[in-house]
Nanobody
Framework: QVQLVESGGGLVQAGGSLRLSCAAS????????NAWYRQAPGKQRELVAS???????NYADSVKGRFAISRNNDKSTVYLQMNSLKSEDTAVYYC?????????WGQGTQVTVSS
């Protein structure tokens, strides 16, 4: 059982930066991987970035070179650094933890990029 709370969303101008945080509580030792997703109105939720148990990372093509996922050593917090933001990045961003017992999701945080 893992609980996740996102923070750091808000309004930013195109070209600006934001850093999202996802704080985990509960059985954080059971987390095997972390990921960030986003969902824009009328669209399906899509994978933005993932971080596996060995430190490997993957990014959606649309954010490569602009976003970076990371976490602290005890897995209690995962971050998404977002640079060179575009209006197309506007969405609700969700963090996800993957454990042997199942997945947990945060409540989401709104990111709005003005053009």
């Amino acid at each position: 059982q893992v609980q996740l709370v996102e923070s750091g969303g808000g309004l930013v101008q195109a070209g600006g930066s934001l850093r999202l945080s996802c704080a985990a509580s509960g059985r954080i030792s059971s987390i095997r991987a972390n990921a960030w997703y986003r969902q824009a109105p009328g669209k399906q939720r899509e994978l933005v970035a993932s971080l596996n148990s060995n430190g490997g990372v993957n990014y959606a093509d649309s954010v490569k070179g602009r976003f970076a996922i990371s976490r602290n050593n005890d897995k209690s917090t995962v971050y998404l650094q977002m640079n060179s933001l575009k209006s197309e990045d506007t969405a609700v961003y969700y963090c996800r933890s993957i454990t042997l017992a199942g997945d947990s999701w945060g409540q989401g945080t709104q990111v709005t990029v003005s053009s």
